[in-house]
T-cell receptor, first 116, second 115 residues
Framework: ETGVTQTPRHLVMGMTNKKSLKCEQHLGHNAMYWYKQSAKKPLELMFVYSLEERVENNSVPSRFSPECPNSSHLFLHLHTLQPEDSALYLC???????????????FGPGTRLLVL | AQSVAQPEDQVNVAEGNPLTVKCTYSVSGNPYLFWYVQYPNRGLQFLLKYITGDNLVKGSYGFEAEFNKSQTSFHLKKPSALVSDSALYFCAVRVLSGGSYIPTFGRGTSLIVHP
């Protein structure tokens, strides 16, 4: 295991539901990431938090709302999603030293999301 | 535009044969290049990275990659493939965005090693 955990591992939700994905890292890292992985597409970076501040938001729809209460936890709040949002959502962490340039990312196992 | 490309969706190789998974990049400045592997129902795992120095980088599980600046490539290689190497492989490059280096991943290449 990589030291990054994600819950739940699987989630089925309706378009009117509100749910949250949780990520926790036990590596002492201070940068955390959310990615969306869809079949036959590049891994899409959604959000980056460094030292608990958001440093990247890749034009993600507002129905996805991240929260980083501390350097060990990252949440992705979901509301009024669309079927095309069904994907594997991966969390990753790394240590922040010099502009996130050289650090290796450690990934969680992902949450498989299905929106009906 | 800064990007990374993996031109092959799938690579097939017989067990015991050498394997190559291709990656090319387009960035300004010095690139930071990474390879990750994803096994079924798992997150991505780090294999190796090139930051500076020797162009040949050795990583986990017997994999290596060669940084070629003139060809802007960072191909992943292994001298003798194992069936257990079958997985999805991602190349990534750090892209400068808003003062920070943000990771950008390729589409992934599915490696299938046949017994």
């Amino acid at each position: 295991e990589t030291g990054v955990t994600q819950t739940p591992r699987h989630l089925v939700m309706g378009m009117t539901n509100k749910k949250s994905l949780k990520c926790e890292q036990h590596l002492g890292h201070n940068a955390m990431y959310w990615y969306k992985q869809s079949a036959k597409k590049p891994l899409e970076l959604m959000f980056v938090y460094s030292l608990e501040e958001r440093v990247e938001n890749n034009s993600v729809p507002s129905r996805f709302s991240p929260e980083c209460p501390n350097s060990s936890h990252l949440f992705l709040h979901l509301h009024t999603l669309q079927p095309e949002d069904s994907a594997l959502y991966l969390c990753a962490s790394s240590s922040y030293r010099d502009s996130l340039g050289r650090e290796t990312q450690y990934f969680g196992p992902g949450t498989r999301l299905l929106v009906l | 535009a800064q990007s990374v490309a993996q031109p092959e969706d799938q690579v097939n190789v017989a067990e015991g044969n050498p394997l190559t998974v291709k990656c090319t990049y387009s960035v300004s400045g010095n690139p930071y290049l990474f390879w990750y592997v994803q096994y079924p129902n798992r997150g991505l795992q780090f294999l190796l990275k090139y930051i500076t120095g020797d162009n040949l980088v050795k990583g986990s599980y017997g994999f290596e990659a060669e940084f070629n600046k003139s060809q802007t490539s960072f191909h992943l290689k292994k001298p003798s493939a194992l069936v257990s190497d079958s997985a999805l492989y991602f190349c990534a490059v750090r892209v400068l965005s808003g003062g920070s280096y943000i990771p950008t991943f390729g589409r992934g290449t599915s490696l299938i090693v046949h017994p």
